[in-house]
């Protein structure tokens, strides 16, 4: 079974300052996707980032980005330019590529993060 | 194009009573899943439904059960619900399809959910 851990449970960061906010997870698979959701106080889960483990290229959505290192099993967020409205609950996401495992995701523990004016 | 849609969105029920949930995916999306969120044990998968039928089912007892209709709406039904089944339960959908097209179609979609609380 996959397990999905992020060991950051809060972070904080001053306005257009960036933070960095860390996942780590334990698969047998090689092929995967992982993904960045957002849980703002409204609790609908919004997509930030998503990568396909295939891909060595990191993915990059405007002032998000990841960095994923795929030997370490690890897959952090990096946002820039931190906005007030970036403050969120951020969960880190695993899913199966494989044939038949349909659209299961494994989530992690969750970061909060506070954006200070 | 309308989201995810999840009604009601608050619910107050009592030990014992049953419960209903409703999901409606964004169209077209014929993948339908649900999860349950607390604060103890996070974001738990439930189970998913594609094209009317059970496809993955996460650890949950028999008390939990959902189905598909024929237009992807999905109803998730709690029987004699405990303390504990107070959540956040959240309905996501997929536009998940053919395998040729799966790689461009594996994001989910989430509605704000129906907050239950079980008194």
């Known amino acids: 079974a996959q397990t999905v851990t992020q060991s950051q449970p809060e972070m904080s960061v001053q306005e257009a300052e960036t933070v960095t906010l860390s996942c780590t997870y334990d698969t047998s698979e090689s092929d995967y996707y992982l993904f960045w959701y957002k849980q703002p106080p409204s609790r609908q889960m919004i997509l930030v980032i998503r990568q396909e483990a295939y891909k060595q290229q990191n993915a990059t959505e405007n002032r998000f980005s990841v960095n994923f290192q795929k030997a370490a099993k690890s897959f952090s967020l990096k946002i820039s330019d931190s906005q007030l409205g970036d403050a969120a609950m951020y969960f880190c996401a695993y899913r199966s590529a494989r044939r038949g495992s349909g659209s299961r995701l494994t989530f992690g523990e969750g970061t909060q993060l506070t954006v200070n004016p | 194009k309308a989201g995810v849609t999840q009604t009601p969105r608050y619910l107050i029920k009592t030990r014992g009573q049953q419960v209903t949930l409703s999901c409606s995916p964004i169209?077209?999306?014929?993948?339908v899943s649900w999860y349950q969120q607390t604060p103890g044990q996070g974001l738990q998968f439930l189970f998913e439904?594609?094209?009317?039928?059970?496809?993955n089912k996460g650890n949950f007892p028999g008390r939990f059960s959902g189905r598909q209709f024929s237009n992807s709406r999905s109803e998730m039904n709690v029987s004699t619900l405990e303390l504990g089944d107070s959540a956040l339960y959240l309905c996501?959908?997929?536009?998940?399809?053919?395998?040729?097209?799966?790689?461009?179609?594996?994001?989910?979609?989430f509605g704000s959910g129906t907050q239950l609380s079980v008194l």
């Open positions: 439904y594609f094209s009317e039928t059970q496809r």
């Open positions: 169209s077209g999306h014929r993948s």
């Open positions: 996501a959908s997929s536009p998940e399809g053919l395998r040729q097209l799966w790689a461009a179609n594996e994001k989910l979609f």
